[in-house]
């Protein structure tokens, strides 16, 4: 699966990619803000392919996020198991997201988001597994395992 | 495409196992060992196994050496089917050594009549499983505890049960640890997982999770069949699920906690999901309460659904069939426990406690012969149960492997067969499935698995334990 977001000089995209049992999540943005904001699409795409998602009727429930972590790579992960915890507990996915602002131990993002027609449990965490964080030719990218 | 596992230096000690040298490495603390026959160990290499296991080779205080089960594949910080032994007073405590879905387990109740019996009536059964046990995505099941209770829950395990008549004394007495790990410590949870869990008891979750009518297919130790109240012929129900998002947010939670500790530690590790603290200091303490406390919530939760699986047996096949618990093992999770001299905090991710006849744990209808040790297969292909044996505490720390363990990803299985043809193909044979949608249908497919007749043979032929029965399914209920 493979999708993007219009944001910078280069898409923000994700792919999800083979991984013998679990999930991999691969990113790749102009910055590591965007890199977030793109995290928060696919993980709502995700969720959402797994429960589905009640039609809006009107605007979707737009919500700040707001995460802070020890390093850029950590709170990357903390940010997916923030959503993955807003989506099992409050059925609330993301469907767009952009972020405010970013520093490599905070980020404030505005994220609206779809409710979903059930509590997912397919995701049960993202990892810490083989993570970095790091700015390649594609600009930057990084790789997160989800257990499921 | 999965990435394959560096080459390491490696010597075969037998048929059925291979040491990596702690010389292999140059960060080793200890040798690696995995038991595999030939075409196992070419199935292991494939992935990032080895590198995982060799990873955890190298965290400190391990007791050598660090094991791999022939079910092994790849997992997230250590492998899953890895067995990893820790000193209690320099060693270590490791949340993703435990896993996400905290005692993720397997229990097998035997209903002592004919699949014959029961067969006129799976349409039915199957349709009042899926009613009582609630599975897949959706809030909740039909007990939801406020805090006090679940609490309860977190403390006493099973026996929070006993009190509201979902469990009876037989039960405890067949459940590892009797159901209630008593170094649990409800405090150590946060409020974040209790929210999670809190309606969660009596569910499935998602993935590999089921609940299987199946029939006994052959006795191979009629002795321990008979132990185990086993005939040829016979309905069992095997359910596998564990502590759902309350263990999953424990796990989270911790793991965070965890990369703290490791700077103030100067703990320098290959791979950050393999964050940990000592045993004995605080953050290690803490984390060991709660994991305890959310395996006492992953007994209870089998527990709860053994109590729904009865109430649709005496609904639709009528009152006469008792379920009789066989025995409830866990297949993630650490443990303390007492190797000859030595205090040991044995992690088992995705590998199963295997005590043999003369451990003081193996409950006392299976004193002479060792704790059962339950296999699942994938739906479709066979299950075993087993004896642990006295040998396994010397080879594996008293553990085994825990199922048939994935041998291609759930892109290359969706690819490989869509879950409409994998519904059909159960259906011809026999197999009813529910639950599950084709997405979840393909993904957990039989030919997505290893070979469990294969994983079996090993761990019989390396006496780490013997095979008491072999299992057939007949009605799957998918997570």
């Known amino acids: ?148 | 495409m999965t990435k394959a596992s560096r080459t390491y230096a490696s010597t075969r000690l037998d048929h059925q196992l291979v040491e990596i040298p702690a010389s292999a490495r140059n960060d080793m603390r200890v040798a690696a060992r995995v038991f595999a026959d030939d075409y196992l160990w070419d199935q292991i290499r494939r992935d990032r196994t080895i590198d995982q296991l060799v990873n955890v080779a190298t965290l400190p205080g391990i007791e050598t050496p660090a094991l791999a089960m022939p079910d092994a594949h790849e997992g997230y910080g250590f492998p899953v089917g890895g067995v990893a032994a820790f000193r209690a007073g320099d060693g270590v405590i490791s949340p993703g050594g435990v896993g996400y879905d905290i005692n993720c387990g397997v229990r097998l109740l035997a209903s002592g009549v004919p699949m014959t019996v029961v067969r006129p009536h799976l349409a039915a059964l199957m349709h009042e499983l899926s009613r009582r046990v609630p599975s897949g995505a959706g809030r909740g099941g039909h007990l939801s505890l406020e805090r006090d209770a679940l609490d309860g829950v977190l403390a006493r395990g099973c026996r929070a049960l006993l009190d509201r008549e979902l469990a009876t004394p037989d039960d405890l007495a067949h459940t590892e640890a009797g159901g209630a790990l008593p170094d649990a410590n409800s405090d150590a949870v946060s409020d974040r997982a209790k929210h999670r869990g809190h309606d969660q008891l009596g569910t499935l979750g998602s993935g590999n999770h089921f609940v299987e009518i199946q029939q006994v297919e052959t006795v191979l130790d009629s002795a321990a069949g008979t132990a185990m109240g086993l005939r040829e012929g016979d309905c069992v129900v095997l359910v596998h699920t564990g502590s759902r998002g309350l263990g999953h947010q424990v796990c989270t939670d911790y793991v965070r906690a965890m990369d703290a500790v490791m700077r103030r530690e100067a703990i320098h590790l290959p791979d950050r999901e393999l964050a940990c603290a000592p045993f004995r200091s605080p953050e290690g303490q803490r984390y060991f309460g709660a994991m305890c406390a959310a395996a006492n919530f992953a007994f209870a939760n089998r527990q709860a659904i053994t109590h729904a699986i009865r109430a649709a047996f005496g609904a639709v096949v009528g009152g006469d069939v008792t379920l009789r618990l066989v025995y409830d093992v866990a297949h993630n999770m650490a443990k303390l426990e007492t190797h000859g001299a030595r205090q040991l905090v044995v992690h088992r991710k995705g590998a199963t406690r295997a005590f043999g006849p003369s451990h003081p744990e193996t409950p006392a209808r299976y004193r002479t012969m060792g704790q059962p040790v339950l296999i699942p297969g994938s739906m479709g292909t066979a299950s075993y149960v087993l004896v642990g044996t006295d040998e396994a505490l010397d080879r594996s720390f008293g553990s085994c492997c825990h199922g048939a363990g994935r041998a291609m990803s759930r892109h290359a299985a969706r690819a490989a067969q869509p879950g409409q043809a994998v519904r059909q193909s159960l259906a011809n044979r026999g197999i009813l499935v529910t639950g599950a949608g084709n997405r979840e249908l393909a993904e957990e497919a039989p030919q997505a698995y290893k070979d469990v007749d294969r994983v079996v043979d090993v761990v019989h032929a390396a006496r780490l334990a013997r095979k008491v029965a072999r299992l057939v399914p007949v009605g799957v209920l998918k997570g």
């Open chain 1, 1 to 148: 699966m493979r999708a993007s977001g219009v944001v910078g000089t280069v898409p923000a995209r994700h792919d999800f990619v083979a991984h013998t049992a679990e999930l991999a999540l691969r990113l790749t943005a102009d910055t590591p803000a965007e890199l977030c904001a793109e995290a928060c699409r696919a993980l709502g795409l995700l969720v959402m392919a797994e429960t589905g998602a009640v039609p809006p009727t009107g605007a979707d429930l737009e919500r700040t996020i707001l995460v802070e972590s020890v390093d850029a790579e950590a709170l990357l992960v903390d940010l997916l198991n923030e959503l993955i915890y807003l989506a099992e507990t409050e059925c609330w996915a993301p469907r767009t997201a952009r972020a405010v602002s970013w520093q490599p131990d905070r980020v404030v993002l505005q994220v609206a988001g779809a409710r979903l027609r059930a509590a997912p449990s397919r995701i049960k965490s993202a990892t810490h597994h083989g993570l970095a964080l790091r700015a390649g030719p594609q600009g930057w990218e990084a790789e997160v395992i989800f257990d499921v």
